[in-house]
């Protein structure tokens, strides 16, 4: 898949096919993707946590919220639509830099790209509490969490839809539930000088 193609792809899903786990060989191609994004004065204070037991997906899913521009009876997956995977960012505290969400960015970038080079979506989520999540996942004191990416095999299509600049960008479900996300036309948000 070309570039433009593969970022295209590259939208959130919030439906996968639960059955179907990622193998040991695709996790590694994704992990890989790690040591090659970019961060400020090349620090690498990020770490990463693998969730790969399904018992640990199963609890990372329950203490997670999904898809706030949606109702919830059709934002959260259901039984069978949940993710197999996660990776939980964690920010070292005494380590970082001013340019933590950034840093935080370009990391998800090369995971998402690297998910979708090998057909699996993922789902970026914000909403996460740090003490539940350290509760579950076990990790340092000095170390904060307020990001996790979702993975798996998608069953629904999202697609983007370009729109003008007074229209409502919020994402929606069309009629066979894929997602539709509304985007704005490059000449309405770039200035060329």
Known sequence: MNLENLLKWRRTYRKFDESKKL??????????SIKYASCANNRQYLRFMSIESEEKVLEVFNNTSWAASLPRDVAIPKLGERPVYFIAILTDEERKLR???????????????????IGIGSCIIGSVNNEKMREILNYDEKFSCEVVVAF?????????????????????LDDDENYIVPKYKLEDIVKRI
């Open 23 to 32: 193998k040991s060989d695709e996790i590694n191609y994704i992990l890989n």
């Open 152 to 172: 798996g095999y998608p069953t629904i299509k999202s697609t983007i839809k370009e729109i003008e600049i007074d229209e409502d960008q919020s994402y929606y």
């Open 99 to 117: 340019f933590n969400g950034i840093d935080e960015g370009l990391v998800i970038s090369n995971l998402t790209i690297a998910a979708a080079d």
